[in-house]
Antibody, heavy 124, light 108 residues
Framework: QVQLQQWGAGLLRPSETLSLTCAVYGASFSAYSWSWIRQPPGKGLEWIGEVNHRGSTDYNPSLKSRVTISEDTSKNQFSLKLSSVTAADTAVYYC??????????????????WGKGTTVTVSS | SSELTQDPAVSVALGQTVRITCQGDSLRSYYANWYRQRPGQAPLLVMYGKNRRPSGIPDRFSGSSSGNTASLTITGAQAEDEADYYCNFRDSSAKIWVFGAGTKLTVL
């Protein structure tokens, strides 16, 4: 059974850097892409970015200037760094596995395994 | 446009059938995925692709699509189906994921 275990600092001050790590258990790390998604209190889901099986990354354009996602294949882990945080970055952050299937020469993707989430609060 | 539109709230009587919809021009080219999120829990994938259910999801959940609208249908809604439901897809051209704003399902 695939499990994602995530951790990181839960309380930050404005302008600090958010740092979260997610460890993958029970799955072939290099066979998938891995994503970070967040959810502000009482609001919907927002995609932050992802790292694929080749180690390249894609980011939400609205966050791209502040986000870095990296992977450590030797530890089956991937990480999120979000710089210069403000109160607007207060949210539950989820690490997520990206899976896909091929149909008619086109790949379609879905988010099939989620971590439990880490609550990050930005407050002075 | 990569936006997805969902009704904010939908209600259904216990045991009845409910359809939750997701609209967006991109759904003419991509399948919508559906996630259920109960209070205090992480989202759970309940439908992906063309009516594909992950292991463990009851067969009362089904998916369909027509034009720019994807639908998640629950046939015989149960109390435990009360949750927020989100649709999404990955835009392979833009290399971004797009989420709908979510639909709060109330089972009466």
């Amino acid at each position: 059974q695939v499990q994602l275990q995530q951790w990181g600092a839960g309380l930050l001050r404005p302008s600090e850097t958010l740092s979260l790590t997610c460890a993958v258990y029970g799955a072939s790390f290099s066979a998938y892409s891995w994503s970070w998604i967040r959810q502000p209190p009482g609001k919907g889901l927002e995609w932050i970015g992802e790292v694929n099986h080749r180690g390249s990354t894609d980011y939400n354009p609205s966050l791209k200037s502040r986000v870095t996602i990296s992977e450590d294949t030797s530890k089956n882990q991937f990480s999120l760094k979000l710089s210069s945080v403000t109160a607007a970055d207060t949210a539950v952050y989820y690490c997520v596995r990206v899976s896909g299937f091929l149909e008619w020469l086109e790949y379609y993707y879905y988010l099939d395994v989620w971590g439990k989430g880490t609550t990050v609060t930005v407050s002075s | 446009s990569s936006e997805l539109t969902q009704d904010p709230a939908v209600s259904v009587a216990l045991g009845q059938t409910v359809r939750i919809t997701c609209q967006g021009d991109s759904l003419r080219s991509y399948y919508a995925n559906w996630y259920r999120q109960r209070p205090g829990q992480a989202p759970l994938l309940v439908m992906y692709g063309k009516n594909r259910r992950p292991s463990g999801i009851p067969d009362r959940f089904s998916g369909s699509s027509s034009g720019n609208t994807a639908s998640l249908t629950i046939t015989g809604a149960q109390a435990e189906d009360e949750a927020d439901y989100y649709c999404n897809f990955r835009d392979s051209s833009a290399k971004i994921w797009v989420f709908g704003a979510g639909t709060k399902l109330t089972v009466l």
